[in-house]
């Protein structure tokens, strides 16, 4: 008796726990009219455009969920799409990471939704990069132009009245810095992939020209070679700090005490530096990147993302809505004032952008700077469908070098190209 | 299934209802077992005989991943790192952590119920939060390595490529030796005191205590605590996983170890086949090793 | 200190033996020191002292920086106070950061931790006693299995379990974490053990000869006696649950339903990894704090009754 109602028990427990997931995974579907939409965002500004879309829109309730950031989204998405269970209707990618859903097919095409007139409202760089193919997959919805933040008062230790304004000075700034001693340096660098492309984007280098399925890798072009011989001059001469990583402890640390005179990265650094530096409130600026020729305005990119509706996304028409809403719509100025840094034209020009001062870069207007660079952003540079494991390979290969000193960059990048092309081939691409 | 059929039987049924009651009672914990082991299992071998492309789809390739896993550098250079990793550190946390449990025992210690707490309390940390505190502690710039090095003028660097599997060990280390010592100083609590006092009037002084008694009746102890440090080493995952993001150049690559190749295959590598592949024939030799080891005293047990 | 004294000029005369006898043995002199109460050696309780202290001084660390602002985590050194001692603000911004999303990983760790803790102990005595005690066919091959699958990587299983669950719509649920939680093979394995000798058949057959039921039996009789392995079972499920990491990172993608390591690890990477993320190194340490607060009270204050089950799983083992 007691044995048969255990059982039963136990049975009627394992149907409910089945029940109620089917559940839970199925309401999304619910209702004819009221939609809701997920949204995969690691971008804490989504969620400040919800209510105002929401109030404009009363049948879409809108859920922002981080399913985590950059490499964890992008995992739990193709989890999603091969269970064919939970893909959200609209999520967060950077934009090397556009190439690797859209080329399979596991991002819709934009086209439908007639966003080629909206094209001419962003910055052409970012446009650039959320198309693949001549085809558009996702609108950008923040921006990484690359610029320099320097420490004023450490450059001035130094004996320097100005901020490198060419790769020439940059590298004669750079003894002087490391005159000072100890632990100064004009920068830091642990093998940073981003970092390196990013220098021979701007020397005009673009090592991965994307066809369709078709990829060619080249580091041979003058601008690549040119970029990579100029960095490798600055690690045999030991003037960067190869011991500090980005992102660390560690290198808040060296931003914060004045170690580091500089840090060349995407220009949304602007709103998280002030945290990890606060003892250097004052001393830090932000310029253009150094330039080969004296008087260019030629920039590059550093990160950057844009949202994309999954092929098997459940509410498109209503993802849509929302996308266009806080990425160019209405949406867009609670962002901002939440933080974003976002490429579209307007915002950039605006009187606000314009002429707000900031304290924490020493009342300097840092908004015409970044415009500035947002605007000069090169054109033309494309990433290969499969980044996500290149950059990862990069990472093994690379550690090796800065660890060693045996062999040079150039060689690093032939060896992961060589890599590239096997593993591109395998996964049914043509890469050469 | 079987519960409800043998639940109509009078617990007294004989022995073939008797039969039946046994599975009835190892039923949940089997149809369980079942949904989340060997149904997985069974589906990562499935798995394991596709290769999944990019661009083209799954394509079943029979024993190709099998093939190319024994041809694979990257694979045999993590494999032969956790061995070698494992051939260190599992001696060293187990003396270390038997050592402590000889000592708590001894009652020669000021503060033993403080000592035994504080050394077992790491256990009770979370990878995310001790891998935040190790950073620090072996940080070589802000952490306290970097105080000590400066304070002593040497130059200690536990994150070279030649270092970090010592500082991993050094974190493993201290996650889980007050665990085992636990268990061992347990062990040790539960022999009866007499015995001790009976080899004290024979003569033997502690350390022939320790030898004659102490350490034969950690034995079967020692033979469980060797099984699931070998098992748990051989996994390692977290402490490679976390660590590049916060020091440079450690030297962890990918490969690293190879359930962290499984990972990096699986999700970065839409490589999952291969992935499977890795993970089953690791899971073999784990198995194996294991079972080597244990035979002995899964023997003994069985047989009690 | 005074128990030494009291207790050894009690028993001393007893106990003679102990060290007079013994040349090897020589340091204790004085015959007052016992085989139960042997004299306090400095050299091994400072060298026991070093492993504490290297188990301790991460700790140590941790509370010390939950103390701390931001701006004086980054700009003071690891084992030095902050400017300001901020450890109460810091728990009430915990709470309040992102909604106070805290607090819900709390309540979600909590049930999971309850739950599947208390069922798969209960399973795990269902089974081990089964295994122990009554008979079924298949009992060697099923054992070889369940110990087998303790090899098995997580990560192995980590893929076609999620795909798995996908297909019966759980991801995303509690279920997901939960269903899995319920099956802890060590825990079954302890629990075999340790019924096949604390367990004495002849009380079991006894129970069913006055007519009582299997399952009455194992309820009444061999549960009670069953206690020190369950309380050691449960806190190995606990202690497992409470740190589950990697099942709910693949499982889970809903904020609501993450459990705190997960959520602290969302937290820590805002700022650690490249991009622009909130820095909020001082909540993501308090929230540590607070998340190995509650294990650490529950290992004080159970551990006289778990100690008691792993000697006998051990012993036996």
């Known amino acids: ?432 | ?304 | 200190m005074p128990s030494i004294t009291s207790t050894g000029a009690e028993s001393g005369e007893a106990h003679v033996a102990t060290s007079g006898s013994s040349t090897g043995h020589s340091r204790d002199r004085r015959p007052r020191y016992t085989v139960e109460n042997p004299k306090k050696s400095v050299t091994l309780t400072v060298m026991t002292g070093l492993s504490a202290l290297y188990c301790l001084l991460p700790l140590v660390w941790l509370v010390i920086n939950a103390t701390k602002t931001q701006a004086d985590f980054v700009s003071s050194f690891g084992f030095a106070p902050g400017h300001r001692f901020a450890l109460w603000d810091n728990i009430v911004e915990v709470f309040r950061y992102q909604d106070g999303i805290f607090s819900r990983w709390l309540l979600n760790t909590v049930i999971y931790v309850v739950v599947g803790a208390v069922v798969s102990t209960f399973l795990a005595a269902l089974g081990g006693y089964a295994l122990a005690k009554l008979q079924f066919s298949g009992k060697r091959v099923f054992l070889f299995v369940i110990l087998g699958s303790i090899a098995v990587p997580g990560i192995a299983l980590a893929i076609p379990q999620f795909l798995l669950f996908a297909h019966l719509g759980i991801t995303n649920t509690p279920w997901a974490v939960l269903i899995p939680s319920f099956i802890n093979p060590f825990g079954l394995y302890l629990m075999w053990v340790y019924t096949a000798d604390a367990v004495p058949t002849d009380l079991l057959d006894a129970a069913k000869v006055d007519g009582a039921g299997e399952f009455r039996t194992f309820v009444q009789i061999a549960l009670p006696l069953l206690a020190p392995a369950s309380v050691t079972v449960l806190l190995f499920s606990f202690v497992s649950i409470w740190n589950n990491y990697f099942l709910p990172l693949i499982m889970l993608k809903d904020p609501n339903w993450y459990p705190l390591t997960i959520g602290l690890n969302e937290w820590n990477k805002l700022g650690s990894t490249a991009g622009n993320g909130a820095l909020i190194q001082n909540l993501v340490i308090t929230a540590a704090l607070l998340t190995v607060v509650p294990l650490i009270i529950a290992f004080l204050s159970l551990q006289r009754y778990w100690q008691s089950g792993v000697s006998l799983g051990a012993v036996k083992g």
């Open chain 1, 1 to 432: 008796m007691r044995l048969r109602k255990q059982a039963k028990l136990l049975s009627a427990a394992l149907g409910l726990t089945l029940v109620l997931g089917a559940c839970s995974s199925g309401s999304s579907d619910s209702g004819d009219k009221q939609v809701k939409l997920t949204v995969w965002s690691w971008d804490d500004t989504v969620a400040k455009a919800v209510p105002g879309f929401e109030a404009a829109n009363p049948n879409i309730k809108v859920k922002v969920v981080n399913a985590g950031s950059s490499f964890d989204e992008y995992t739990a998405l193709d989890n999603a799409i091969q269970a064919g269970s939970g893909v959200p209707d609209l999520a967060m990618f950077e934009y090397f990471a556009v190439p690797y859903f859209a080329i399979p097919g596991k991002l819709d095409n934009l086209g439908e939704f007639g966003v080629d007139k909206l094209k001419k409202d962003y910055v052409d760089a970012a446009w650039n990069d959320v198309t693949v193919d001549g085809k558009v997959y996702a609108l950008p919805s923040d921006y990484g132009p690359s610029v320099m933040f320097y420490n004023q008062a450490t450059l001035k230790k130094a004996g320097l009245k100005e901020a490198p304004a060419t790769w020439d000075e940059y590298y004669q700034d750079a003894k002087k810095v490391r005159a000072l001693g100890g632990d100064h340096y004009i920068a830091q660098d642990t093998g940073d992939l981003f970092f390196l492309l990013s220098l021979i984007w701007q020397a005009g280098g673009r090592p991965f020209k994307v066809n369709g399925t078709k990829v060619h890798i080249d580091f041979s072009e003058p601008g690549t070679t040119k970029a990579v011989a100029f960095w490798q001059k600055m690690l045999d001469e030991h003037l960067l700090n190869t011991k500090v990583t980005a992102w660390s402890d560690d290198w808040n640390r060296t931003l914060n005490d004045g170690t580091l005179a500089s840090q060349i990265m995407g220009g949304w650094l602007t709103a998280s530096l002030p945290q990890r530096a606060p003892k250097a409130a004052g001393d830090f600026r932000v310029a253009l990147m150094p330039q080969w020729q004296k008087g260019d305005k030629v920039g590059a990119e550093n990160g950057g993302s844009g949202f994309g509706i999954p092929a098997a996304a459940p509410h498109k028409d209503a993802a849509f809505k929302f996308l266009e809403y806080f990425t160019h719509g209405g949406g867009l100025s609670p962002r901002v004032d939440a933080g974003a840094f976002v490429p579209n034209t307007s915002v950039l020009a605006s009187t606000d952008s314009q002429s707000k001062v900031n304290k924490y870069f020493g009342d300097q207007k840092v908004g015409p700077v970044l415009a500035e660079a947002s605007k000069s952003v090169a054109r033309g540079w494309q990433f290969p469908p499969f980044f996500e494991w290149a950059r990862s390979t990069y990472g093994d290969l690379v550690s090796k070098y800065y660890t060693t000193g045996k062999g040079s960059l150039a060689g690093i990048l032939e060896e992961w190209k060589q890599r590239m092309i096997k593993y591109g081939n395998e996964q049914g691409f043509e890469v050469d």
């Open chain 2, 1 to 304: 299934m079987t519960s409800p059929i043998t639940a109509q039987h009078p617990a007294s049924a004989g022995k073939r209802g008797r039969k039946q009651i046994g599975l009835a009672f190892i039923a949940p914990f089997g149809l369980l077992f079942m949904l989340v082991f060997i149904v997985p299992i069974f589906y990562a071998g499935y798995l394991s005989l596709f290769q999944q492309k990019l661009i083209g789809g799954n394509t079943f390739t029979g024993l190709a991943n099998y093939t190319k896993l024994f041809h694979d550098a990257q694979f045999w250079d993590g494999v032969g790192r956790v061995f070698s990793f494992t051939l260190v550190q599992v001696p060293v946390m187990l003396i270390l952590a038997m050592v402590l449990a000889l000592a708590l025992d001894s009652r020669r210690l000021h503060g033993t119920r403080f000592m035994r707490v504080s050394i077992f309390l790491p256990y009770a940390v979370p990878a995310v939060v001790s891998t935040l505190m190790w950073g620090f502690m072996l940080g070589v710039k802000y952490g306290l390595l970097g105080s000590l090095n400066d304070a002593l003028g040497t130059d200690l660097d536990p994150f070279t490529p030649s270092t970090t599997l010592i500082s991993i060990g050094v974190m493993v280390t201290w996650a889980f030796t007050g665990f085992n010592m636990l268990i061992f100083y347990a062990v040790l609590k539960a022999v009866p005191r007499e015995l001790y006092e009976a080899a004290a009037l024979d003569g033997a002084n502690e350390f022939q205590v320790v030898l004659r008694i102490k350490l034969p009746a950690l034995r079967q102890s020692l033979v469980i605590a060797i099984i699931f440090s070998i098992i748990g080493t051989f996994q390692i995952f977290s402490e490679p996983q976390i660590l590049p993001s916060m020091v440079a150049n450690s030297g962890i690559t990918t490969h690293y170890t190879p359930n962290l190749y499984a990972y990096n295959l699986a999700f970065t590598g839409s490589q999952q086949g291969y992935a499977a592949a890795l993970a089953l024939v690791m899971a073999a030799i784990t198995i194996a090793v294991a079972y080597a080891v244990q035979i002995r005293g899964l023997r003994n047990a069985f047989d009690h």
